[in-house]
């Protein structure tokens, strides 16, 4: 007894199909890895964000005093902004008979990020004459530029200060600008050099969540 069989597809639909199927099965492992990827990224994130001098500075050291930030808490609140900025997203390119390209698409601070969070209310202080001092942007943007040129700083106990440990003097012949150690500029500042810093660390977080 002899059996004969034949394809009722053709080799391109079978092919279209497994490719279709393995697509599937590529999204599949990347959705489940992506909310983990972006977990451990912003885990990252924040460590990295807090072991720079700027944090501890601005929790209760010099920049805190130089900026007049009486509720330290925002700073944390600014962490949060940033480290919560990170997205992960996946998307099938381009697939063919023998290829399924893949890539995983994640977003640290993007522009429309930095300017959302520049102009939130911890990014700035509000004086007591209402005046708005907008103290991140002069932290991350500004530079080595002066910023206030009557006044200069006084670094000593005083309870006209919202800090408690400093206040504005006028000065003829000073002026006051973000302390040499800390200026930032757009492309070198404190969050950039935290970001820069957990760089080498992002090709292991991939390898940990996306099994081959």
């Known amino acids: ?62 920049l805190r ?5 009486a509720d330290s808490s925002i700073i944390d609140n600014i962490v949060d902004r940033f480290v919560n900025s990170i997205t992960v997203a996946t998307n099938i390119v381009n697939t063919s008979s023998t290829t399924i390209d893949a890539e995983l698409v994640f977003s640290i601070v993007a522009a429309d990020d930095l300017d959302e969070i520049l102009s939130s209310a911890d990014a700035s202080i509000i004086t007591e004459k209402g005046e ?12 080595n530029d002066p910023i206030i040129l009557t006044h200069k700083i006084l670094i000593k106990p005083s309870p006209y200060s919202r800090t408690g440990q400093a206040i504005m003097i006028p ?6 600008r973000v302390p040499p150690r800390y200026i930032g500029t757009l492309d070198n500042n404190w969050i950039t050099r935290a970001i820069s810093s957990i760089a080498p660390e992002i090709n292991n977080i991939l390898s940990k969540h996306i099994k081959t």
Not at 9 to 26: A, G
Not at 32 to 54: F, G, N, S, V
Not at 132 to 143: D, K
Not at 171 to 176: H, N, P, R
Request: a positive charge; aromatic letters at 10%.
């Open 1 to 62: 007894m002899r059996f004969g069989a034949s394809l009722v597809e053709s080799v391109n639909n079978i092919t279209n199909t497994i490719i279709k199927e393995f697509s599937k099965q590529v999204k599949k492992v990347f959705n489940i890895a992506q909310p983990k990827i972006e977990k451990d990224l912003r885990t990252k994130l924040a460590a990295a964000i807090r072991a720079q001098p700027e944090y501890s500075s601005l929790k209760g050291g010099e």
């Open 65 to 69: 005093y130089n900026f007049g930030i």
């Open 132 to 143: 708005s001092l907008p103290w991140l942007n002069w932290l991350l943007i500004r530079g």
């Open 171 to 176: 000065s003829k012949a000073g002026t006051w």
